[in-house]
């Protein structure tokens, strides 16, 4: 026999921390990987039905054009309120200096302020090697990290724009060439050892 237990309902509102303006389409999500999660409404409103607190103690706010915002759960109703983020540009290049199409990018962010604040974002790069990743806090350093087939990963650490949020141009970023390491997994006995997972 499972037992379930009835979870509670978090609800609020997603606005503006300057204009106080509702945000439509913000997710509001369980822990940094905002999963389960709710997406808000034109008036701003949200409903996150399903939280026990066990496990998890923390909402996240993402929102198209804004920093992220997280607050650790301390009752049934939360207003986030966002402020704009800052983009980051660039261009991913070959060491023949040909664009990278289909890159895997990620920033991420990670301060400790009264426990750990973080700010993630992805994308692609395009056919012509560039990517634009929109919504990174304003308040923290970031790190870009690219992957591509071929191509080893690079990782590039960037501040925040100058002042207010704006947009950081990385410019023309050379991947460096790919490596394959091989080799051949054995028991203690020297025998071939079949199936065994192998991690970089």
């Given at each position: 026999?499972?037992?379930?237990?009835?979870?509670?309902?978090i609800?609020?509102?997603?606005?503006?921390?300057?204009?106080?303006?509702?945000?439509?389409?913000?997710?509001?999500?369980?822990?940094?990987?905002?999963?389960?999660?709710?997406?808000s409404?034109?008036?701003?409103?949200?409903a996150?039905?399903?939280?026990?607190?066990?496990?998890?103690?923390?909402?996240h706010?993402?929102?198209?054009?804004?920093?992220?915002?997280?607050?650790?759960?301390?009752?049934?109703?939360?207003?986030?309120?966002?402020?704009?983020?800052?983009?980051?540009?660039?261009?991913?290049?070959?060491?023949?200096?040909?664009?990278?199409?289909?890159?895997?990018?990620?920033?991420?962010?990670?301060?400790?302020?009264?426990?750990?604040?973080?700010?993630?974002?992805?994308?692609?790069?395009?056919?012509?090697?560039?990517?634009?990743?929109?919504?990174?806090?304003?308040?923290?350093?970031?790190?870009?990290?690219?992957?591509?087939?071929?191509?080893?990963r690079?990782?590039?650490?960037?501040?925040?724009h100058?002042?207010?949020?704006?947009?950081?141009?990385?410019?023309?970023?050379?991947l460096?060439?790919?490596?394959?390491?091989?080799?051949?997994?054995?028991a203690?006995?020297?025998?071939?050892?079949?199936?065994?997972?192998?991690?970089?």
């Amino acid at each position: 026999v499972v037992t379930l237990t009835e979870g509670r309902t978090i609800n609020g509102r997603v606005i503006d921390a300057e204009t106080h303006a509702p945000i439509a389409g913000a997710h509001i999500g369980m822990n940094w990987v905002m999963e389960p999660f709710a997406v808000s409404g034109v008036d701003g409103r949200y409903a996150l039905p399903g939280w026990l607190g066990k496990g998890v103690n923390d909402l996240h706010c993402v929102a198209d054009g804004y920093g992220r915002a997280q607050w650790v759960v301390d009752g049934d109703v939360h207003d986030f309120e966002l402020a704009p983020g800052d983009s980051v540009t660039g261009r991913l290049l070959g060491p023949d200096g040909r664009p990278v199409a289909g890159a895997v990018l990620s920033t991420i962010g990670s301060v400790q302020r009264q426990g750990q604040q973080i700010c993630s974002r992805s994308g692609l790069s395009g056919n012509d090697g560039r990517f634009l990743l929109e919504g990174l806090r304003h308040d923290m350093p970031h790190t870009l990290v690219a992957m591509a087939e071929g191509y080893g990963r690079y990782l590039l650490d960037f501040d925040p724009h100058p002042e207010e949020a704006g947009t950081i141009d990385l410019g023309d970023i050379t991947l460096p060439e790919g490596r394959t390491i091989a080799g051949r997994v054995v028991a203690h006995d020297g025998k071939p050892a079949p199936r065994i997972e192998v991690i970089l």
